[in-house]
């Protein structure tokens, strides 16, 4: 029986790469699931919890020892040197910006696989991390903002006066982007959104944005649908 192994996080990180109802999961495939003492404990997941759908809590040598070894960041340099020569780790990489990490995994011979490098397909959707994590951080920044802003998104008319309602701008409609324009008019701000891609005007009007075309001659998608980077010609028409 393969053992798989949760491991913490880094400071300053409150995820974790399986939940107690993942590990439920994982051990009906037939896995041993052991979890580092405390890797849930920030995402409010005591160990206890754990324990109860069936994992092993343990110290986190042992934790990186296992046959597979899950994990929501990159692996540092010192945590490379807990895997064990043919482990299987499941990470976010990012492979084409970090090849010296590849190598590095290489060298101990370690078998990496991305979970940044999921084809972002229909039949893969369970295990789109980007996807989730964006929509998330697109949220948390409209909730951000508003703390800074002072006041309230939405208008209001009281015995004092008149109180329009805040202007927003986002720039760029993409899963992040899209869950800040829904989550500032849901608060009942006034959205607008600039995207590259044009094709994107329909999915913004459809949850309370405004598109602002930025018209330029060049296409801005990609093959794969995703909006490229921009130009200094765009970022120039989108500055005025």
């Not at 046959?67 to 929501?72: C, F, G």
């Not at 701000?189 to 001659?217: L, W």
């Amino acid at each position: 029986m393969a053992r798989l192994g949760i491991v913490s996080e880094g400071s300053g990180d409150t995820r974790v790469a399986a939940t107690p109802d993942t590990v439920g999961k994982l051990l009906a495939l037939g896995y041993e699931v052991v979890v580092e003492q405390g890797a849930g404990s920030r995402s409010a997941f005591p160990d206890a919890q754990y324990e109860l759908a069936g994992a092993r809590m343990v110290g986190a040598a042992e934790a990186w020892s296992c046959d597979i070894v899950l994990k929501v960041n990159a692996p540092t340099p010192g945590e490379i040197g807990k895997l064990t020569s043919g482990t299987t780790l499941i990470s976010l990489l990012s492979p084409a910006l970090r090849p010296e990490l590849l190598d590095s995994l290489a060298e101990r011979d370690i078998t990496a696989l991305a979970l940044d490098a999921v084809p972002r397909i229909s039949r893969a959707q369970s295990m789109d991390v980007l996807s989730s994590m964006a929509n998330l951080a697109g949220y948390r920044a409209v909730i951000e903002s508003a703390h800074e802003f002072g006041r309230l998104f939405t208008g209001q008319v009281t015995a004092a006066g008149k109180v329009p309602p805040a202007k927003v701008l986002v720039a760029g409609a993409g899963v992040a982007g899209l869950a800040a324009i829904g989550a500032a008019s849901s608060m009942g701000a006034i959205v607008r959104a600039t995207d590259p891609r044009p094709e994107v005007a329909d999915q913004v009007r459809s949850i309370g944005g405004e598109y602002v075309a930025v018209e330029v001659e060049e296409k801005m998608e990609s093959s794969d649908g995703y909006a490229k980077a921009t130009s200094e010609a765009y970022d120039r028409r989108a500055a005025e």
